[in-house]
């Protein structure tokens, strides 16, 4: 080897780890822009359209369905990315968040997650943490106890969530670093129900937890999913020859799951609308449903849906989308609707059917 070949291999290595440490420090940094005055004007105006609905009005959380606040302390110092961006863009199975994403069937383009994603941590106002990706190590048989003992009330004895956040969740896991899990663990989060544990649990006892949690990762890969055809308006009425069902309605809202299954097998006239974001819509959905995500601007979409059939929608919340759905309906004059009160979940959890698009797809 002679020395000028030397010297370019020495410079090609130097260039290459000043990648790395420039890598390394930008993960320690402020997110690389500032929106402008029109980017986070639209940016407002998303939260309010596609998210307050569960993460409430001013970010403040758990208007529905357990969704975190976006003003906390310990999310927002996480970093933008992986906490924040990711679950809005493509969603988390097994939850009511769905993906966002225009490739996955949501409202919104790449950009516009990304300038809602740096508009909430500009809201928020809080530096960010540099989290280490390094494994956490810990006993996983005490986590499990441990966990058991002081998480599964909340989380689940299988981290499904019960009144608060499915923590095997693998979009979660995939997502959050052992660092990061046993942050919230320790610490808390501020302006929700979870309470730092610091100060109860041993450093051993908050260790296994973490390492707990993340041996029932079920892994995540990234795909473009493979996306069914949206109906046409002359679809949206299923049965068209059949009769009308007669509801008995709880509250004068509410039809239970089973009477709705009743109906559909006894294929009586209706139109169903999935009120949930179109790319959880995608996944799994009532067969015969009409995507009409919460957000939709009405006096564009009901010209397809007749004043003379029943109308019943449903959510994942289990209700909150769809009785804001049917409540604007019912303003434009629409009197025979009605919501599913279990909602999706519940819905299949008693072992209702759905019709399933590419589930592997949707995995994130």
């Known amino acids: 080897m002679t020395v000028t070949h030397f010297k370019s291999i020495t410079l090609l290595f130097a260039a290459f780890f000043s990648t790395l440490v420039l890598a390394a420090e930008r993960e320690t940094i402020s997110p690389p822009r500032k929106l402008t005055a029109q980017q986070t004007e639209v940016a407002k105006e998303n939260y309010q359209k596609y998210c307050a609905l569960c ?14 606040s976006l003003r906390s302390k310990s999310l927002m110092e996480s970093g933008v990315a992986h906490q924040i961006l990711r679950p809005m863009q493509y969603g988390r199975a097994g939850t ?24 909430l941590w500009e809201q928020a106002g809080y530096d960010r943490l540099k989290f280490s990706t390094k494994p956490v190590h810990g006993d996983i048989a005490l986590g499990e106890r441990t966990y058991l003992r002081e998480c599964a009330s909340c989380h689940g004895d299988k981290g499904q969530g019960v009144n608060a956040p499915a923590l095997t969740n693998p979009s979660a896991l995939a ?31 908050i260790n296994g937890i973490t390492a707990f949690l993340r041996s029932k990762s079920l892994g995540w890969k990234d795909e473009k999913p493979v996306l069914q055809s949206l109906p046409k308006p002359e679809d949206y009425v299923i049965n068209k020859q059949g009769d009308d069902p007669d509801f008995e309605l709880k509250d004068g809202m509410y039809v239970m799951s089973k009477d709705l299954n009743d109906a559909l097998v006894a294929k009586k006239r209706m139109v169903l609308l999935d009120t949930r974001v179109t790319s959880v819509w995608q996944t799994a959905h009532i067969e015969g449903s009409v995507p009409l995500p919460y957000y939709t601007d009405l006096n564009e979409t009901v010209a397809g849906i ?3 059939v029943q109308i019943v929608a449903y959510c994942s919340c289990p209700r909150a989308a769809a009785d804001y759905t049917i409540n604007k309906l019912r303003a434009k004059g629409y009197t025979r609707t009605a919501v599913l009160w279990e909602g999706i979940f519940g819905w299949m959890h008693l072992g209702y059917p759905v019709s399933r698009g590419d589930i592997d797809a949707f995995k994130n």
């Open 55 to 68: 993460h409430g009005k001013n970010r403040e959380g758990h208007a529905n369905d357990h969704a975190p």
């Open 175 to 205: 997502h959050n670093t052992d660092e990061f899990i046993r942050h919230a663990i320790e610490n808390g989060r501020q302006g929700t129900p979870m309470l730092p544990f610091k100060d109860k649990l041993s450093s051993d006892e």
């Open 306 to 308: 007749p004043k003379d």
């Open 96 to 119: 009511a968040m769905g993906g966002y994403l225009d490739e996955v069937g949501g409202p919104m383009t790449l950009a516009e997650t990304w300038d809602l994603t740096y508009w």
